[in-house]
């Protein structure tokens, strides 16, 4: 399982026209789920992302996590994330679940933050997605249970 955790001020995604979900101050996360992802890696990525320090203290140190900062979750599902270019021009997206197991790992995902007490708005699982955002630094964080 991969996650893209981007620090924003705002954020929000569209489907059709229709906002879908949106949030003030946290995190959008580009997540992506691959075969061998498990229960175990969606509680571990989870848990990694609640309790990251990524917003400044009084001191300007990175000493916060979101729980104590405050503010809400964007999650998109990504399977492009899975892309593999090693070869020609186009990506393969082999390495990437197909969407009978991906999506319930991405609510199972959703589901686990939230029990983090986050507020966790998301976009449609499959569904050509505009999203925009206000990237806060920008603070950018490559994140995988492997």
């Given at each position: 399982m991969k996650v893209v955790l981007q620090r924003s001020k705002a954020a929000s995604v569209?489907?059709?026209?229709e906002v879908t979900g949106a949030i003030d101050s946290g995190y959008v996360l580009l997540v992506g789920i691959t075969h061998e992802d498990t229960t175990e890696d969606v509680a571990y990525l989870a848990k990694k992302i609640a309790n990251l320090r990524l917003w400044e203290d009084?001191?300007?140190k990175m000493n916060h996590s979101i729980l104590e900062h405050g503010g809400?979750?964007?999650?998109?599902s990504q399977f492009t994330l899975y892309g593999d270019t090693k070869k020609g021009n186009r990506p393969s997206f082999t390495s990437a679940a197909r969407p009978e197991m991906a999506a319930p790992l991405w609510e199972t995902f959703n589901d686990a933050l939230r029990g983090y007490g986050l507020q966790v708005e998301t976009g449609i699982f499959g569904a050509m997605m505009d999203v925009a955002l206000t990237n806060d630094g920008p603070v950018t964080i490559l994140l995988e249970s492997k």
């Open positions: 569209t489907v059709q026209g009084s001191e300007g809400a979750i964007l999650s998109v």
